[in-house]
C-alpha cells in the first residue's frame, strides 16, 4: 500500500483538531457549522474585513510564525544529528544538557506569562 508524505498527514491532522475545536466550542451543531462554513466559504477581501487581520499581521508575529514552520518540522531533529555528528561524547552531553536547561527556561517563561496575563477563564468552565 501507498503511503501519504508526512506533510500531507500534518495537514489532515492540523485540519481535524481545528474542526474538532469548532464543535466542542460551539454550543449547537448548527452554530458549529455556521463558524464552518464562515472559516472556509465566507471570506470578503474589503478593508473592513481585512483590517483584524492586517492589524495583527506584524513583523514580529510573522518572524514567530516564520520561526514556528522552521521548527516544527524536521529540521530540529537534523540540526541535532549534524551536532552530534560534528561533536565529541563529551560535548554531545554538554548540548543535550543546555538543550534541558533552555526547555526548561522556557516552561518557566510561558508560566510566568500565563500567570501574569489577563483573566482568562478555564475552558470547561461551563460544564
Not at 9 to 15: E, R, V
Request: aromatic letters at 12%.
Amino acid at each position: 500500500m501507498h503511503k501519504l508524505p508526512k506533510m500531507v498527514g500534518h495537514l489532515y491532522t492540523t485540519l481535524f483538531v481545528m474542526l474538532a475545536f469548532v464543535v466542542f466550542r460551539c454550543d449547537t451543531l448548527v452554530q458549529s457549522g455556521e463558524v464552518i462554513r464562515a472559516m472556509f466559504c465566507d471570506w470578503r477581501m474589503d478593508a473592513t474585513s481585512l483590517a483584524p487581520v492586517m492589524e495583527h499581521l506584524t513583523p514580529f508575529f510573522l518572524a514567530v510564525a516564520l520561526g514556528a514552520v522552521l521548527l516544527c518540522g524536521s529540521l530540529p531533529g537534523r540540526m541535532a544529528k549534524t551536532m552530534e555528528r560534528r561533536l565529541s561524547a563529551r560535548g554531545t552531553r554538554v548540548t543535550q544538557i543546555c538543550s534541558y536547561v533552555c526547555a526548561i527556561a522556557l516552561l518557566v517563561l510561558c508560566m510566568a506569562s500565563l500567570a501574569g496575563g489577563t483573566y482568562n477563564p478555564f475552558i470547561y468552565f461551563r460544564f
